[in-house]
Nanobody
C-alpha cells in the first residue's frame, strides 16, 4: 500500500501563514512529481503547485509569490508554505505523488485525504 497523509491545515487570519506537510509511506521505490491541489465545496479541483524530484517548481497564477512548494526526498514528504493568506485561499488542500512501487513497473498517482485551510477574520 501507499498512503499520503496531509497535516498543517488550520484556521488563520487574512495575511497569516501556514505550512502544510504531506508524507508518503508504503512500498515505495521512487516518487516522481509531487503536487498540491485545493478544492472548495461546489468548485472544481485546482492545481496549486508542482515539484519535480530535482526541485523544479510550477505554481498557479493565483498563488505565485505567496506560496512555496518544497520536498524532502529522504522523508518522502512535500511541503507547501503559504504566506499572505487570503479568504479566497480557504479550501481543502490535498497532495498527490506520482509513485513507482517496489515490484510494479509503472507509475501511479496517489492522493491524500486533504487538510482544511480556513482564512477568516
Amino acid at each position: 500500500q501507499v498512503q499520503l497523509v496531509e497535516s498543517g491545515g488550520a484556521l488563520v487570519q487574512p495575511g497569516g501563514s501556514l505550512r502544510l506537510s504531506c508524507a508518503a509511506s508504503g512500498s515505495i521505490l521512487r516518487i516522481n512529481d509531487m503536487a498540491w491541489y485545493r478544492q472548495a465545496p461546489g468548485k472544481q479541483r485546482e492545481l496549486v503547485a508542482t515539484i519535480t524530484p530535482g526541485g523544479a517548481t510550477q505554481y498557479s497564477d493565483s498563488v505565485k509569490g505567496r506560496f512555496t512548494i518544497s520536498r524532502d526526498n529522504a522523508k518522502n514528504t512535500v511541503y507547501l508554505q503559504m504566506n499572505s493568506l487570503k479568504p479566497d485561499d480557504t479550501d481543502v488542500y490535498s497532495c498527490s505523488a506520482d509513485v513507482i512501487r517496489l515490484g510494479i513497473p509503472y507509475q501511479y498517482r496517489y492522493w491524500g485525504q486533504g487538510t482544511q485551510v480556513t482564512v477568516s477574520s
